[in-house]
């Protein structure tokens, strides 16, 4: 079973950043791949990024590009969100996932359908 905790979240201006972390309680933890996404009131989850059981690789979603950073250190089995020059529209509930379809895999995915595992969201608000 995989327990997934975020934090990080808060109030913050437009052109600011924060980071957020995905604590995960699972002794497998490192093998498995990590999402991030994000639900504005009204809409649909979203994907935001994605990481690799080892970090190797990552995915970003074409809003975020160049403006976050994912990253995890699997010796605290936790995986960051690092947000920089955050927009009013970055404003939103940003969950973690973890997909626990395949161990070590080589492949991250951008779909609410390919996790298994959801933490309980932490709220992150852009004032412009």
């Known amino acids: 079973q995989v327990q997934l905790v975020e934090s990080g979240g808060g109030l913050v201006q437009a052109g600011g950043s924060l980071r957020l972390s995905c604590a995960v309680v699972?002794?497998?933890?490192?093998?498995?791949?990590i999402g991030w996404f994000r639900q504005a009131p009204g809409k649909e989850r979203e994907f935001v990024s994605a990481?690799?059981?080892?970090?190797?690789?990552?995915y970003y979603t074409d809003s975020v590009q160049g403006r976050f950073t994912i990253s995890r250190d699997n010796a605290k089995n936790t995986v960051y969100l690092q947000m920089n020059s955050l927009k009013a529209e970055d404003t939103a509930v940003y969950y973690c996932a973890a997909d626990g379809s395949e161990r070590y895999s080589q492949v991250v995915r951008s779909t609410v359908s390919g996790y298994d595992y959801w933490g309980q969201g932490t709220q992150v608000t852009v004032s412009s």
């Open positions: 990481i690799n059981w080892n970090g190797g690789l990552t």
């Open positions: 699972g002794r497998t933890f490192s093998s498995y791949a």
